[in-house]
T-cell receptor, first 119, second 115 residues
Framework: DTEVTQTPKHLVMGMTNKKSLKCEQH?????MYWYKQKAKKPPELMFV???????INESVPSRFSPECPNSSLLNLHLHALQPEDSALYLC??????????????????FGSGTRLTVV | SQELEQSPQSLIVQEGKNLTINCTSS?????LYWYKQKYGEGLIFLMM?????EEKSHEKITAKLDEKKQQSSLHITASQPSHAGIYLC???????????????FGKGTKLSVKP
C-alpha cells in the first residue's frame, strides 16, 4: 500500500461546528504532515508529527488541533472556524530518520486532500 | 521573501511542443521535488533530486538539478493534453540539531496544452 488516504473528500461546516479530518497511511512512515492550500496558492505547512510527537507547529490558530493517535493515523480537529479557513487540506507522510530528522531520500507522499468550506 | 521561485507562472503550448519550467532557490537545496497537481486535487509525485548535476527521467518528463544545487529545471518533450495541470517544485532545506524537515513549495506553474 503506497497511498495516503484522506477522509472526507469534501466537508461543509458552520462556524460553530466541530469536525475532524482524518488521514491514514500504511507505508510505515513515521513522519506525517498537515498542509493548507488556498485557491491558486501553493500548499503551506501547518503541522509536522515525527514518531507520533508534534515537532512543528507553524503558528497555526488554536481552532485547528492536530492529533496523532498512532503511527498510521493523523487527525485534524476543527472548531469555531472562520470562512477564511476554507481551503484544501492536504495530508502527507514520509520516512523519518532518528532524532526527528526527515530523510529526503524517500520523498513525501500526499493524499488527495479534503476540500473544506466554512459557512 | 520567497525562498523558492518558479517560472513561468503559466504556460500555454501547442500539443507536441517541448517546454521547460524552472525552479530557483535562494539557498542550497538538500532535496528538490517536482509534483503535479490537477485543480483541487492532491499532489502527484514526479521526481526527487538530491545530488548536484543529477538528472532523472520518467516517460517524457526530465528533471535536472544544477551542480550548485540551487536551481532545477523540468523539461517535457512532445507535450500532450494529459500533461496539463499545475507543476509545483518543493525544496527540502537541511536542518541541523535534529529538527524536522519542512517541504517548502514554489508558487507553481500552470500548464495548458492545446490539442
Amino acid at each position: 500500500d503506497t497511498e495516503v488516504t484522506q477522509t472526507p473528500k469534501h466537508l461543509v461546516m458552520g462556524m460553530t461546528n466541530k469536525k475532524s479530518l482524518k488521514c491514514e497511511q500504511h507505508m510505515g512512515h513515521r513522519a506525517m504532515y498537515w498542509y493548507k492550500q488556498k485557491a491558486k496558492k501553493p500548499p503551506e505547512l501547518m503541522f509536522v508529527y515525527s514518531y507520533e510527537k508534534l515537532s512543528i507547529n507553524e503558528s497555526v490558530p488554536s481552532r485547528f488541533s492536530p492529533e496523532c493517535p498512532n503511527s498510521s493515523l493523523l487527525n485534524l480537529h476543527l472548531h469555531a472556524l472562520q470562512p477564511e479557513d476554507s481551503a484544501l487540506y492536504l495530508c502527507a507522510s514520509s520516512q523519518a530518520a532518528s532524532r526527528g530528522r526527515v530523510s529526503p531520500n524517500y520523498g513525501y507522499t500526499f493524499g488527495s486532500g479534503t476540500r473544506l468550506t466554512v459557512v | 521573501s520567497q525562498e523558492l521561485e518558479q517560472s513561468p507562472q503559466s504556460l500555454i503550448v501547442q500539443e507536441g511542443k517541448n517546454l521547460t519550467i524552472n525552479c530557483t532557490s535562494s539557498k542550497t537545496l538538500y532535496g528538490l521535488y517536482w509534483y503535479k497537481q490537477k485543480y483541487g486535487e492532491g499532489l502527484i509525485f514526479l521526481m526527487m533530486l538530491q545530488k548536484g548535476g543529477e538528472e532523472k527521467s520518467h516517460e517524457k518528463i526530465t528533471a535536472k538539478l544544477d551542480e550548485k544545487k540551487q536551481q532545477s529545471s523540468l523539461h517535457i518533450t512532445a507535450s500532450q493534453p494529459s500533461h496539463a495541470g499545475i507543476y509545483l517544485c518543493g525544496a527540502d532545506y537541511q536542518y541541523y540539531g535534529g529538527s524536522q524537515g519542512n517541504l517548502i513549495f514554489g508558487k507553481g506553474t500552470k500548464l495548458s496544452v492545446k490539442p
